[in-house]
């Protein structure tokens, strides 16, 4: 699953701060000491992996960081141990061309052979300048099974969306590397160019999904979208944009008929007609397209 917002950076320093504060936020939200413990295996330098792929790659009940950078037009990529200040002093050297910065976290067990983990990633979406993705990505049953995490993902995003420019968010299913929306895969939009092409338009709804201000206006106010009914919780941000959770568990989300959700989201959705693809819901590498068939945006 991903949870997932685009926000604005007005300039280099703005966006390694966002970037930074989004990584050490993602880090925190699952328990206090796992941040503390991937400081204290910073300067640990991992085992040589061996032959086997499920062998060990660290020191047994290490919890590890691994971070990605791409910079440049050639798209140059770089893959590092997390070195705690040293990896943030090397990030603010190549802050005037980051393009992309993926942070892993790996919890050894006591063989120190990866048991868990999770994955935080910023970057420039497409070609436009100013817009900025974040995105978590961590397993659905977390969702069921460790309800305490996943309540600190929820408030580590709402948090985030508190203090920005918000464009789009919200939290499903991983639909692609790309990070298709359910209804941008459904309807064959390429995420990269949607907020260039439909700048004021929704990407999509989801169990929870963060609209801008603009989008809310379009959909009739945030007074409108609370008494539609649609909504168990609806918060407006102090940028007027709002957090919109559909139903409060995401197994009941999985049984919704969304057609209501599509009835509110309508007016602001990009252009097309979702269509079901054979292989929705086909394996987990399939996951099922949860948005309402054969329904324009525009049409009730």
Known sequence: MVAEMTVRFTSAEDLLRKIMLWIHSGISSVEPSWRESLERFSEVEELVESEDPEGPIGPPDAILGRITTTVGHGNYIS???YRGDLTWRALQAKRDSLKEVFFEVQKLDSRGVWCDGF???????????????????FKESEVTENPGRFSGRMAVLKSFAESQEINFGHVSY???????????DAVNENPESSIERHPDLARGYSWVTVISRDMVESAGGVDAIRTSGVFTDVIEFSSGACWLQAVDSWADF??????????VFSPILIPGCPIRDDLSGASSHYPPQL??????????
């Open 174 to 184: 991983l639909y692609s590397p790309l990070f298709h929306t359910a209804y941008e």
């Open 254 to 263: 999985l049984g919704m008929d969304l057609s209501s959700l599509h009835r």
């Open 119 to 137: 994955s935080l990633s910023c970057a420039k979406v497409g070609e436009a300048q100013g817009w900025l993705r974040v995105s978590m990505t």
């Open 291 to 300: 948005v309402a068939f054969d329904r324009p945006a525009g049409a009730n």
């Open 79 to 81: 893959t590092d141990r």
